[in-house]
């Protein structure tokens, strides 16, 4: 029988495997059949001690109940759910059928076909959104469209006046004549041109319709397909960006050129025997590597996250931004994915390392979700190398995050910070971060 | 003497045939091509009518007009705009910074040739 991806529908598999009675576990764990009953078929969220409990009663692991439990999947959802209500209530309107966002867990269990193929559309929605949104854009505000238009008009406009002074103008010394002449095949020769540098531009936007999403997303997806590891930087060697496999765009290119040379800078600087050394003796401890490698913790954060496999690497993520807070690298991990579109959760370190640039942060954090997963994790914001004394300052903020069920490391509750993904999905519970509603949560209305 | 008109356009060749177009037809005709000292050349030739492009060089031809708008010697001063830029917005950005008159690219010589006419025995936007 394949694995259900949700926990209600795993809690009754398991029981019906043991032979169990709905009635008598539900005994055994002090809660009514009616709630079981109700947990079994995805219709109420399960998380904590009963959790635990149930997973003892049933004689199995807490994994096995949870592992792999499709976070996503129920994000995606709760997110489609946002977006269609946004889409469908125009100005204060409220529509006449909402989705029921609060039963999308008991609809991935119930239709999970269904389920992924509503997260598959929302994903589709979403890239044909952004590349309407690229296309308007390069309308609206591309300089060279907007300068080929402007040269084509205007020589139009010489034309036409031009030829209207040769046409109905009445008799015109020979002078002035030549003169005409002379413009009118000069400004045909513009016009030639200039509609050719059109034409040809127009074309090139049409070639490159399928690469508009944005250049740092065909990079993480090159990026992801290798693992987030280049072997060849461990011999100095440059991996190939354009062959087959390789990067559609030019800008994406020229970002993941940038990205690799800084990645084989930094693995020539921390080879990867040493780094190997350094793990096994303090473990993917960023500031033990920096130390060892004289380099700065940023650094020793990257490498830590794009080595190649070897027996006793640790599973990374890395999130990197810049000084407005906008993410330019994101490496997911199973229980932590920074958002592809908009806006993180202010409380990550990243961001309150920004706040506080050049002090390294190190914070357990607690991601919501079935069960809430807990990471360690590393932050600094460190100024770029500033170009000249007038250049303005510019800052990256790096954060490396690690499973802390793979480091031993047992903090005290106060000591972790909950955090999430991003508002809109974010079921926590009086956030002072929280810069707009949860479609997860039911919050009274003001007033 | 004709009346004068200050041609603020940097095409040649529209230079040259609008500059024909109205000495013909007994203009006075004087040009500048840079957007930068604009402003300054209309204040200094004060010419009866002033032609003015938007794209320029140095200075766009809307902040052009709202300089000239805001110093009272040229309030009431007739403008007629030019420009390739023919959508509603630019329009509207035009009319606020209070232009007399808004010629889309290209026009005939004939329109062009009435609405100096127009502009400059005091008819503006939407009279006749």
Sequence with gaps: MPRSALTGTRIRERRTLEGLKQADLARTVGISPAYLNLIEHNRRRIGGKLLVDLARALGVELSVLTEGADVPLMEGLQDAASNAVARTRPAGRKAAVEPEAERAEEFAGRFPGWAELVVAQRDRITVLERRIEALNDRLAHDPFLSDSLHEVLSTVTAI??????????????????????????????????????????????GQSEDTLSSPLEEVEAWLAARDFALPELERGAMPDLTGEGGLRSAPARQLARKWVLRARAEAEKMPLSMVEELISEHGPDPAALAQAAGVDLAAAMRRLASLPAFENRLPTGLAICDGSGALTYRKPLDGFAPPRFGAACPLWPLYQALLRPMVPIRRVVEQQGQPPRRFLAYAIAQPQRPESFEAPEVVEATMLFIPLERLEISPREAEVQGIGTSCRVCARMNCLARREPSMVLEEPEEG | MGKRVLLIEDEPNIIEAIRFILSRDGWVVETHSDGATAVEAVGRKRPDIVILDVMLPNKSGFDILRELRADAEHESRPILMLTARGQKKDRDMAEAAGVSHFMTKPFSNSEMLEMVRRLANGAGEGDG
């Design chain 1, 160 to 205: 036409r006046s031009t030829a209207g002074i040769l046409n109905g103008m009445g008799e015109i010394d020979r002078e002035w004549q030549a003169r005409f002449h002379r413009n009118l095949y000069e400004d045909s020769q513009r016009l030639a041109q200039g509609s050719q540098a059109l034409v040809s531009y127009l074309d090139s936007v």
